[in-house]
């Protein structure tokens, strides 16, 4: 909130412009729409932008909307539950995906239990989801059904693992694992775990439905397969006694390997951002 400038994000929108359309940037933790049009000065590479601009705005409530039809998947595979009502839901973390996580949540019917570093934030998440507050030292030991990380990545350590008292996690943070073998850890002791990129994915639906022109209806409706995806996942690892997150990755394996088969690759064109053939 405080090391940023606009110098500093277009030098960083040079650099994404020199890499020619091989990379395009979007937000992430920290950053906002306002930084993204100070990027755009320097590049067209750039996704997450203003409506006014031709972008999709604030990409949070479509990444919160693809965790909440993640956990979906999660209670149906794991507990045979359709609904949320009655669930404990533990949210660490009420940045924007966080609140409008919760907003979801709360509508369905969980009971939720928030903490953040912003005592502002956490009021509003009281008062707005009659919330009950948790201290950050104590939310992994929280008795809930559902640990939903959205905050900073590597909660889940050697050391934290042993806290865990939920029968699920489901979040929105990247890199929820310190290391990927404690996934193995977490199917010994009966956790499902929603591969954090698989369920997380609707940000990054929401900001590439700008490389086609944005429709908003489109991004959420295709956040909505992330139920899908997860089942698959949680499929594969069962059938295949493997982890969660080991079998997330043969998905992506698989996907990858079959556009390599059709020998194309995603190259956008400056101007229109279309697919070329290789």
Do not use: W
Not at 39 to 64: F, H, K
Not at 107 to 118: F, H, I, K, R
Not at 143 to 163: E, M
Not at 245 to 269: C, T, V, W
């Amino acid at each position: 909130k405080t090391e940023k400038t606009e110098s500093l994000f277009r030098s960083f929108g040079r650099f994404v412009e020199g890499l020619g359309g091989r990379y395009i940037t979007a937000e992430d933790v920290g950053t906002s729409i306002r930084d993204m049009e100070c990027v755009r000065m320097e590049t067209d590479y750039v996704t997450g932008i203003s409506q006014a601009l031709g972008g999709s705005g604030d990409p949070s409530p479509v990444t919160a909307y693809g965790v909440f039809m993640g956990m979906k998947a999660c209670i149906s595979k794991k507990m045979g539950k359709k609904d949320f009502d009655g669930l404990k839901i533990a949210v660490q973390g009420l940045g924007h995906v966080g609140m409008h996580l919760c907003q979801y949540l709360h509508d369905a019917g969980a009971e939720l239990y928030v903490t953040d570093v912003d005592s502002t934030i956490m009021g509003e998440a009281i008062e707005k989801f009659s919330a009950y507050p948790v201290d950050p030292s104590e939310i992994l030991n929280m008795d809930v059904d559902i640990y939903a990380p959205c905050a900073l990545g590597a909660t889940i350590d050697k050391r934290t693992i042993d806290q865990l008292k939920c029968k699920i996690i489901a979040g929105a943070a990247n890199n929820q694992l310190a290391e990927n073998e404690l996934g193995i850890e977490l199917k010994k002791r009966d956790i499902l775990y929603a591969p954090d990129y698989a369920i997380n994915a609707g940000g990054l639906i929401n900001v590439s439905n700008e490389l086609e022109g944005y429709n908003r209806e489109r991004a959420f409706s295709q956040a909505e397969g992330i139920y899908d995806t997860l089942m698959e996942i949680f499929h594969r690892s069962e059938n295949e006694d493997i982890s969660t997150n080991k079998a997330s990755d043969l998905q992506a394996e698989d996907r990858l390997k079959k556009i390599g088969e059709l020998k194309s690759f995603y190259l956008p064109d400056k101007k229109t951002f279309k697919i070329r053939n290789a």
